[in-house]
């Protein structure tokens, strides 16, 4: 069965799910999206990305054209039609067609496309091993500039700092705020070990506030972590006992090489894996029914 795809309004086929080139989504990056995931037919803190969605448009000024009520039910549904039970769910709100002048009050209808398909997983091995990781050259860009909490199509920020990555063979890439502290990734939040304490990025340093990593912190919490949101150097992840990452793709991954630094004894934690698992668990139960 050809995937169903929610695109402006009706539920199309893939192939005929296609948007104008003058979508300001595609000539400027004006817009928003939101990446979901659903375990065994819950979708994971569904509420938590729709207000994330709907934040990142109202600072944008994009008048999404339904309520979140709505905008939750064409999610679920998107899932539904789609006979997925286990998925990867994509929301985009772009600006729409409008001319090729950047101004956007010249484009009327903001395009709303919702794609529900099955996961592509990361490789277990990267679970197994621990990634390499490297800093970036490309600091994290200023909230004056273009705030990190906006998930926002423009993701030139990350993508440059990826490319170097990639160049460098690292399989992800830290990103420093302007003033020098550890941010998080090109696309997953950082947390450091400590003992019983866990560290991770505060706000104000110009992160996207993750969901994953929100979630992780309630489960730390739960598991009788310290969990703080504070300001820490490369000094600080380079000496940490463990380092791991979070995203709504990743779950939670550990590090093991930072900078050509072994992280604590070169193998993924033990606090990684137990969170890991007790994240796992919360995926079970938490989330809205499909
Ligand atoms: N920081 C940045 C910059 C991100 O893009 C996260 C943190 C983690 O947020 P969540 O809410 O997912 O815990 C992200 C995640 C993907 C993908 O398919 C993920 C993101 C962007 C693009 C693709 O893994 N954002």
Redesign the pocket.
């Given at each position: 069965m050809s995937k169903r795809i929610f695109l402006d309004g009706k539920f199309v086929d893939h192939d005929d799910a296609r948007i104008s080139v003058f979508d300001h989504g595609y000539l400027y990056g004006d817009g928003v999206?939101?990446?979901i995931r659903a375990y065994s037919g819950r979708i994971f803190r569904l509420q938590?990305?729709v207000d994330?969605l709907f934040s990142s448009a109202k600072t944008l000024m994009l008048q999404i054209p339904y309520t979140k009520e709505k905008m939750t039910e064409l999610i679920v549904e998107a899932c539904r039609v789609n006979g997925l039970q286990d998925a990867?769910i994509?929301v985009v709100v772009s600006r729409g067609a409008g001319d090729l002048g950047l101004d956007p009050t010249k484009c009327p209808k903001p395009t709303v496309v919702v794609i529900a398909d099955s996961i592509a997983l990361y490789p277990e091995s990267l679970y197994r091993s621990g990634l390499t990781v490297c800093t970036s050259s490309i600091r994290r860009q200023r909230a004056e500039a273009l705030n990190?909490q906006i998930?926002s199509l423009n993701?030139l920020n990350?993508i440059l700092a990826k490319i170097e990555a990639n160049q460098r063979g690292c399989q992800e890439v830290v990103?420093l705020s302007e003033e020098g502290f550890v941010a998080?990734?090109?696309?997953?939040?950082i947390f450091i070990v400590r003992g019983r304490k866990l560290l991770t990025p505060a706000p104000h340093l110009g992160?996207?506030?993750?969901?994953?990593?929100?979630?992780v912190m309630d489960v730390a919490r739960a598991a009788g972590y310290d969990v703080v949101e504070t300001t820490f150097t490369r000094h600080e992840m380079w000496n940490a006992d463990e380092v791991f990452l979070?995203?709504?793709?990743?779950e939670i991954v550990s590090v093991v090489s930072i900078d050509e630094r072994v992280v604590g004894n070169g193998k993924p934690g033990p606090v990684a894996a137990e969170l890991q698992a007790a994240f796992r668990e919360l995926a079970k139960r938490d989330g809205a029914a499909i």
């Open positions: 999206f939101e990446g938590a990305h994330r990867y994509r990190p998930k993701y990350s990103m998080e990734c090109s696309a997953d939040n992160i996207l506030l993750g969901i994953t990593r929100d979630a979070t995203g709504t793709a990743a």
